[in-house]
Structures are given as structure tokens and as C-alpha cells.
């Protein structure tokens, strides 16, 4: 209810394109090796996107790995790190990676497969927050919050803005 009339007729047309390709699912890992394994998977399809550069793509930084694997292990169990797997007829078309704390879901990264499916119409990466946002609807959460930076996809899918603060303390 809270979306444009336009977003909703994007992700519309969108579920039924891809729900004409397959089985769509959306699921949340259900252990720590079943999270770091989505982890892992997400990489190669982050670097893809945004790059393999300096200041691209974090996992092209063995220290940004190992820090959010360590993330992992010591948040996963306490419930304060979720990975989701989103597929097609069991193929995998994007992976999610979120943080909760205080009833609060806090998207952090995403690897999506624009190369399997290249059709634009398919909107992978909005449906993928469409899914997540649904599947924390029916749970205690208050707010999915797509934290720091603008991109067109916030502004269709969130209503709140805010500042975020970046501090150094040595």
C-alpha cells in the first residue's frame, strides 16, 4: 500500500515474468555453514556488478571477507545476521545479506545474477527486497531499512530517509 502505483505495476509485471520461468523461492539460511556458503556465492556476483577495482566491490578485499565471515560466525546463531537465497527452479538468481538488531532489518549487500537473467523487465534486485520485506512482514519486525547511500530502488521501495554518520575513534 505504501508503494507508487507505478512500482506496483513494475514488481507485478515482474513476479509473473519470473514466476513464468520456475519455482520462485525465497529462503533464509538455516545454519552457520548454510549462511557462510551464501556468503561466499554472493561475491563473485557483487564483483560482477560493481566491480573489481579499488573501492568497488568489498570482496575483492581478502580483509572485507574475513571480517563479515568472523560477522557471521559470532552473529548468525545469536539472529544477528540473516542470509537469503533467492532462486528459480532451484537456480540462484540473487543473495542477500542482512543485519537485525532491536526489531530492525538492516539490508547490507546483495549478489544478484544480471547475467542469467539480463531482461531488465525482470527487476531481480527490487524483487529480491520485495520478498525479503514481505517474509520479515509475518516476524517481529519494525522497519527494513536499506541503510546508507541513494539509488533509485530506495526511493521506489522506502518511504523514510535519513542521515547516516560515518566515526573514526582510536
Same mark, same amino acid.
Given at each position: @500500500?505504501?508503494? %507508487?502505483?507505478?512500482?506496483? *505495476?513494475?514488481?507485478?509485471?515482474?513476479?509473473? @515474468?519470473?514466476?513464468?520461468?520456475?519455482?520462485?523461492?525465497?529462503?533464509?539460511?538455516? %545454519?552457520?555453514?548454510? @549462511?557462510? =556458503?551464501? +556468503?561466499?556465492?554472493?561475491?563473485?556476483?557483487?564483483?560482477?556488478?560493481?566491480? $573489481?577495482?579499488?573501492?568497488?566491490?568489498?570482496?575483492?578485499?581478502?580483509? !572485507?571477507?574475513? +571480517? =563479515?565471515?568472523?560477522?557471521?560466525? #559470532?552473529?548468525? #546463531?545469536?539472529? +544477528?545476521?540473516?542470509?537469503?537465497? +533467492?532462486?528459480?527452479?532451484?537456480?540462484?538468481?540473487?543473495?542477500?545479506?542482512? !543485519?537485525? *538488531?532491536?526489531?530492525?532489518?538492516?539490508?547490507?549487500?546483495?549478489?544478484? #545474477?544480471?547475467?542469467?537473467?539480463?531482461?531488465?523487465?525482470?527487476?531481480?534486485?527490487?524483487?529480491? =527486497?520485495?520478498?525479503?520485506?514481505? @517474509?520479515?512482514?509475518?516476524?517481529? %519486525?519494525?522497519? *527494513? #531499512? !536499506?541503510?546508507?547511500? $541513494?539509488?533509485?530502488?530506495?526511493?521506489?521501495?522506502?518511504?523514510?530517509?535519513?542521515?547516516?554518520?560515518?566515526?573514526?575513534?582510536?
Amino acid at each position: @500500500a505504501t508503494l %507508487s502505483k507505478n512500482t506496483r *505495476y513494475q514488481l507485478g509485471r515482474a513476479r509473473k @515474468a519470473l514466476e513464468q520461468l520456475g519455482q520462485v523461492r525465497f529462503n533464509k539460511a538455516e %545454519s552457520l555453514e548454510q @549462511a557462510l =556458503h551464501m +556468503f561466499r556465492q554472493a561475491g563473485p556476483l557483487h564483483v560482477r556488478r560493481w566491480g $573489481d577495482k579499488g573501492g568497488q566491490s568489498g570482496f575483492t578485499n581478502p580483509l !572485507f571477507c574475513q +571480517f =563479515h565471515e568472523n560477522l557471521i560466525c #559470532d552473529g548468525f #546463531d545469536l539472529g +544477528f545476521v540473516e542470509l537469503w537465497e +533467492f532462486t528459480v527452479d532451484g537456480n540462484t538468481i540473487a543473495l542477500q545479506y542482512n !543485519f537485525r *538488531y532491536r526489531q530492525r532489518v538492516y539490508f547490507s549487500l546483495a549478489g544478484v #545474477d544480471y547475467v542469467q537473467h539480463e531482461d531488465n523487465k525482470l527487476k531481480t534486485g527490487m524483487l529480491m =527486497h520485495l520478498y525479503a520485506i514481505e @517474509a520479515h512482514l509475518d516476524d517481529d %519486525s519494525t522497519c *527494513y #531499512d !536499506f541503510m546508507a547511500g $541513494d539509488a533509485r530502488y530506495k526511493r521506489s521501495l522506502g518511504q523514510l530517509t535519513g542521515n547516516q554518520y560515518l566515526a573514526r575513534l582510536r
